[in-house]
């Protein structure tokens, strides 16, 4: 079975590569990398394809980028996301959290690719701005959250325990 991983900056990629150490061996991995992001390559433990494609929306020093921003971008993003869709030929796409998944999400919907959305665990308050759109939008097969009272907010949602 081939997994298609997506990787954030930090912590995203952190928990993701704990995962991946806990599903073991038996899978083939591909890994999907934001194209400024120059270290979360070099953790990876488990050896993969890696492809770089653009983050709609960025987080840098502090500040978040504009809907207006992240809406010229998401053209660009939804087609490199196409591309590495037809080279990895996925049997699902695993991400926990970062809005380079968005793209993604709407393509898995579309190609009919299982699709499993990990909430992150950095935030226990509240879902992150992808976790609350691929929620609303049912853009997830599989919806988990990090914190078992986020299931009282997000009832679609299944909890599973902490990756870190």
């Given at each position: 079975m081939r997994l298609l991983i997506i990787l954030g900056a930090g912590g995203h990629t952190r928990q993701m590569l704990r995962l991946v150490e806990l599903l073991g061996g038996e899978y083939e991995y591909h890994y999907v990398v934001a194209d400024y992001d120059t270290v979360s390559e070099h953790k990876i433990v488990r050896p993969g394809l890696v492809y770089r494609v653009l983050q709609p929306r960025e987080?840098?020093?502090g500040r978040t980028e504009s809907a207006g921003a992240?809406?010229?971008?998401?053209?660009?993003?939804?087609?490199?996301?196409?591309?590495?869709?037809?080279?990895?030929?996925?049997?699902?796409?695993?991400?926990?959290?970062?809005?380079?998944?968005?793209?993604?999400?709407?393509l898995a919907r579309l190609r009919r690719?299982?699709?499993?959305?990990?909430?992150?665990?950095s935030r226990p308050e509240t879902l992150t701005f992808t976790g609350r759109l691929i929620y609303h939008l049912r853009l997830a097969d599989r919806f988990y959250v990090q914190w078992e009272h986020h299931l009282a907010r997000y009832p679609r949602a299944r909890y599973a325990g902490r990756l870190l």
């Amino acid at each position: 079975m081939r997994l298609l991983i997506i990787l954030g900056a930090g912590g995203h990629t952190r928990q993701m590569l704990r995962l991946v150490e806990l599903l073991g061996g038996e899978y083939e991995y591909h890994y999907v990398v934001a194209d400024y992001d120059t270290v979360s390559e070099h953790k990876i433990v488990r050896p993969g394809l890696v492809y770089r494609v653009l983050q709609p929306r960025e987080k840098r020093q502090g500040r978040t980028e504009s809907a207006g921003a992240v809406l010229r971008k998401l053209p660009l993003a939804l087609r490199q996301a196409w591309q590495v869709l037809d080279r990895a030929q996925p049997d699902a796409i695993i991400g926990a959290g970062p809005s380079l998944q968005i793209p993604f999400a709407l393509l898995a919907r579309l190609r009919r690719i299982p699709h499993i959305f990990i909430e992150s665990a950095s935030r226990p308050e509240t879902l992150t701005f992808t976790g609350r759109l691929i929620y609303h939008l049912r853009l997830a097969d599989r919806f988990y959250v990090q914190w078992e009272h986020h299931l009282a907010r997000y009832p679609r949602a299944r909890y599973a325990g902490r990756l870190l």
